[in-house]
């Protein structure tokens, strides 16, 4: 009758034909509960794993997989993307992910070592603090008091070559010299500023003009 019929008289017999079940008996009070456990396995990695074990393949150090009765059960790592201020990157065989292993300051498409200073454009003062955040000082450029400012390579803010200067009128056509008047045909003159206030010519463009009184201006003459 077996160990079962031996303690409970004319319980029914049970037959363990299959060694892959493990038969659990619980007792709880008066009665008997028989429930059956599947015993599994999983092969990987040339190992064998329980069920409930965890493990990474060694093909593929980015997926991991668990035992579990129904067979493997795998889900891949996706890799985030490293910072745009790392400088040196290492990959170590048994990791999923690249590491970085220094970083930097990004600033305009570029990396800068902590602690260095750099000057990205001639205006431009700027530091790679230790936090990585690149910090800059811009120069304030006066207005040049000209209309035509050069941009010199290596200098941060233009200068006038020819001097301070300014339009005759509002066509800006013609540019004058700064400081004297100009006979600009020969009934008009115009004094453009003198170059020292820059604040006032910052508004002012345009010369100042006087037209002579009763004046028609002669086609191709001018007075000085």
């Known amino acids: ?29 008066e ?23 965890w493990y990474f393949l060694d093909s593929d150090h980015c997926t991991q997989c668990e035992c579990t009765a129904e067979g493997p059960a795998c889900a891949r790592t996706e890799c985030t993307s490293l910072p745009p201020a790392c400088m040196h990157v290492s990959h170590y065989p048994t990791d999923c992910c690249p590491r970085c292993e220094k970083i930097g300051c990004e600033y305009r498409g570029e990396v800068y070592e902590l602690g260095e200073q ?18 800059c000082l811009v120069a304030d450029c006066a207005p040049p008091p000209c209309v035509n400012p050069v941009y010199e390579k290596g200098e941060c803010c233009p200068r006038c070559k020819d001097g301070p200067n300014c339009y005759s009128d509002s066509s800006q056509s013609r540019i004058i010299p700064a400081g004297q ?15 020292q206030d820059v604040g006032y010519w910052e508004g002012n463009r ?3 003009c006087e037209k002579a009184k ?10 000085s």
């Open 181 to 195: 008047y100009i006979w600009v045909d020969s009934c008009t003159k115009c004094r453009c500023h003198d170059g």
């Open 206 to 208: 345009l010369a100042k």
């Open 31 to 53: 009665f008997c509960l028989s429930l059956s456990a599947h015993v599994s396995t999983c092969e990987a990695n040339g190992s064998i794993y329980y069920v409930g074990e």
């Open 118 to 135: 750099f000057q990205p454009s001639e205006c431009e003062q700027c530091t790679c603090d230790l936090d990585g955040i690149a910090r």
């Open 214 to 223: 009763n004046c028609s201006p002669e086609e191709g003459r001018e007075n």
């Open 1 to 29: 009758m077996g160990f079962i019929g031996h303690l409970f008289p004319g319980f029914p017999r049970l037959e363990m034909k299959c060694s892959a079940y493990l038969l659990v008996v619980l007792f709880v009070g």
